[in-house]
């Protein structure tokens, strides 16, 4: 059993960053690929970036390329998701996620745990 926790979002100006955290609580995170989703108003939750359970692989959507970047932290049970030049369709609620010896994907329906979501807000 693993629990998720994200925290870091908050309003932000467009041009700006933030840096998403994915607490874990549970045995053996680092067993676990890693996966950042978000959910804008009115819209299908859709995949941002994930982390191989290796960390040694890392995906990215390719409207975030260049300006998002994963990784993760074992010894912390985290995994982040830094946000720079973000732009105001970046506005949405974040979700992590957790698979058992995840590859690091796109597919939601891979993922067994979820956390709650963190909301990020990018005004003009």
């Known amino acids: 059993q693993v629990q998720l926790v994200e925290s870091g979002g908050r309003l932000v100006q467009a041009g700006g960053s933030l840096r998403l955290s994915c607490a874990a609580s549970?045995?053996?995170?680092?067993?676990?690929?890693v996966g950042w989703f978000r959910q804008a108003p009115g819209k299908e939750r859709e995949f941002v970036a994930a982390?191989?359970?290796?960390?040694?692989?890392?995906y990215l959507t390719d409207s975030v390329k260049g300006r998002f970047t994963i990784s993760r932290d074992n010894a912390k049970n985290t995994v982040y998701l830094q946000m720079n030049s973000l732009k105001l369709e970046d506005t949405a609620v974040y979700y992590c996620?957790?698979?058992?010896w995840g590859l690091g994907r796109a597919d939601q329906l891979k993922y067994d745990y979820w956390g709650q979501g963190t909301q990020v807000t990018v005004s003009s």
């Open positions: 996620a957790a698979e058992l």
């Open positions: 549970g045995r053996a995170f680092n067993h676990y690929g």
């Open positions: 982390i191989r359970w290796s960390g040694e692989s890392t």
